[in-house]
């Protein structure tokens, strides 16, 4: 059984810093990807490309349903960040009361 992982790796704003980057990259590729799905052209009098068109379709269902989880991510983890803030100025306000005392 291996160690727990260290603390720091547990906190959203480590989360923030490790994975930011690579989750804003993804976002924004994989919204041009269905921008370039939503405009591929179709062809209507070929029956074929109608075909590609309802696969196509399920493609960017899929991967809309990606880029939704994926902004929800980020915006869990900026929420989560907020939070993480709140509480460690609250605990440094309690600390400060306590040397006041």
Known sequence: ESPPPPLKAL????LRKKYSPELD???VE????ERQLLGAPVGANNPR???EAAGSKERREKLHGFIL???DTIRQIAE????????LK?????QQQQQQE
């Open 30 to 33: 994989f919204r041009k990807l």
């Open 69 to 71: 989880h994926l902004e």
């Open 49 to 51: 490309r109608q075909a």
């Open 90 to 94: 609250k605990r440094q306000q309690q």
């Open 80 to 87: 989560g960040c907020e939070l993480e803030e709140q509480e």
């Open 11 to 14: 906190t959203f704003r480590h």
């Open 25 to 27: 990259y993804m976002l």
